[in-house]
């Protein structure tokens, strides 16, 4: 039973084209996230939804825009893909924000990007 | 604003040696939480512990230990009798809930045989 589920896992595509990816989560957790990872390693967090609503954009460029259908998903998608925006894209999530219990947050498998 | 400093940045050992891995945070937060991960070679994100500031008591589960001071700000990890599928990527983070997690940079640790 996958917990966090992205689809695809790998995602080769050309500059300027647009694209999306998946998450899914099964653990019935109210909050979801999504993570960037460069090449050196350093994550970063870029979004945040509690209950289908954002809470957190990082200085995120406007070309990423989340969506959040029901609590359960929270998809990404990107346009105008640049060179820099290769690296890998992880989703999480976790439950217990309201509370302010700060649960771990469960990650998906992550989705490398690489743009040509 | 939270900050997570993992000041090695790669650790090589031989199998059966002891290995401490430094944690040091900041935040501003009277009530915080710290956590660590580990991403093995094969990318996927995996929670070991979490520890919220109230709750000074180390921790041991088997060849894991997390020693946690505030008096230095440090959440140190260790593992005793290290093995090679201990190699891995080791990330420290601090938040948690809404504000997502704020990670180190980590530490890439390398268990020869």
């Known amino acids: 039973d996958t917990a966090v589920s992205q689809t695809p896992k790998y995602l080769v595509t050309q500059m300027g084209n647009d694209k999306s990816i998946k998450c899914e989560q099964n653990?019935?957790?109210?909050?979801m996230y999504w993570y960037k990872q460069d090449s050196k390693k350093f994550l970063k967090i870029m979004f945040s939804y509690n209950n289908k609503e954002l809470i957190i954009n990082e200085t995120v460029p406007n070309r990423f825009s989340p969506k959040s259908p029901d609590k359960a998903h929270l998809n990404l998608h990107i346009n105008s893909l640049e060179l820099g925006d290769s690296a890998v894209y992880f989703c999480a999530s976790s439950q217990g924000v309201s509370g302010g219990y700060n649960q771990p947050q469960h990650f998906g498998d992550g989705t490398r990007l690489s743009i040509l | 604003a939270q900050k997570v400093t993992q000041a090695q940045t790669e650790i090589s050992v031989v199998e059966k040696e002891d290995v401490t891995l430094d944690c040091v945070y900041e935040t501003r937060d009277t009530t915080y939480y710290l956590f660590w991960y580990k991403q093995p070679p094969s990318g996927e994100l995996v929670f070991l512990i979490r520890?919220?500031?109230?709750?000074?008591q180390n921790e041991i589960s088997g060849r894991y230990s997390w020693n946690f001071q505030k008096s230095t700000s440090s959440f140190n990890f260790t593992i005793t009798a290290s093995q090679v599928v201990d190699s891995a990527v080791y990330f420290c983070a601090s938040g948690g809930g809404a504000d997502g997690l704020t990670f180190g940079k980590g530490t890439h640790l390398i268990i020869q045989p």
């Open positions: 653990l019935g957790h109210d909050t």
């Open positions: 520890r919220n500031s109230f709750d000074e």
